[in-house]
T-cell receptor
Framework: AQSVTQLGSHVSVSEGALVLLRCNYS??????LFWYVQYPNQGLQLLLK??????LVKGINGFEAEFKKSETSFHLTKPSAHMSDAAEYFC???????????FGKGTRLSVIA | EAGVAQSPRYKIIEKRQSVAFWCNPI?????LYWYQQILGQGPKLLIQ????????DSQLPKDRFSAERLKGVDSTLKIQPAKLEDSAVYLC?????????????FGEGSRLTVL
């Protein structure tokens, strides 16, 4: 069965510092991987997705993620954190076919001025 | 374009009462999903529709939860009778089709508190 593990339920960074949110996946077949962001009292919004094309994926708001098959990882990064990046971030995986999108437990990002 | 609409945004009920949530997906989106998000956890799929047919309801507690999408557009999720552990945010999402690379568009959610 497919699953994702997000390391760290809460990450705190200073404004301007590097953001690194970790995600490891488990899948018996090549996966499709996603990062979603959820701002307070809002729905989830797609940040970026990996669909077996380029392993380095660029998303919105300056975020990017790199698919590393050897490490079964899909970590999310941003070179310089902004106060507006404070939110909950979810990694998700989906296999081919009709399998559902499976989410990790989420990582709450706090940005300190 | 208009996003996914959900109502009500908040609902407080006592255990054993019933509740219904409504979702209107983005126009033209054939696939509709209901997810349950318990505090501190990621969203969990309850049911997935393709037009008005059910694609996956394997994680829907069918003894108390029901959902329908009669005309292949909007959908209703019902809980009867509610339990304390049903306290969660119920998220509705839609997508153009079943393509597994496709983006899901989420509504703002309906927050249920069961006392």
């Amino acid at each position: 069965a497919q699953s994702v593990t997000q390391l760290g339920s809460h990450v705190s960074v200073s404004e301007g510092a590097l953001v690194l949110l970790r995600c490891n996946y488990s899948s018996s077949v090549p996966p499709y991987l996603f990062w979603y962001v959820q701002y307070p009292n809002q729905g989830l919004q797609l940040l970026l997705k990996y669909t077996s094309a380029a392993t380095l994926v660029k998303g919105i708001n300056g975020f990017e993620a790199e698919f590393k098959k050897s490490e079964t990882s899909f970590h999310l990064t941003k070179p310089s954190a902004h106060m507006s990046d404070a939110a909950e971030y979810f990694c998700a995986v989906r296999n081919s076919g009709n399998t559902p999108l499976v989410f990790g437990k989420g990582t709450r990002l706090s940005v300190i001025a | 374009e208009a996003g996914v609409a959900q109502s009500p945004r908040y609902k407080i009920i006592e255990k054993r009462q019933s509740v219904a949530f409504w979702c209107n997906p983005i126009s033209g989106h054939a696939t509709l999903y209901w997810y349950q998000q318990i505090l501190g956890q990621g969203p969990k799929l309850l049911i997935q529709f393709q037009n008005n047919g059910v694609v996956d309801d394997s994680q829907l507690p069918k003894d108390r939860f029901s959902a329908e999408r009669l005309k292949g557009v909007d959908s209703t999720l019902k809980i009867q009778p509610a339990k304390l552990e049903d306290s969660a945010v119920y998220l509705c999402a839609s997508s153009l089709g079943l393509a597994f690379t496709g983006e899901l568009f989420f509504g703002e959610g309906s927050r249920l508190t069961v006392l």
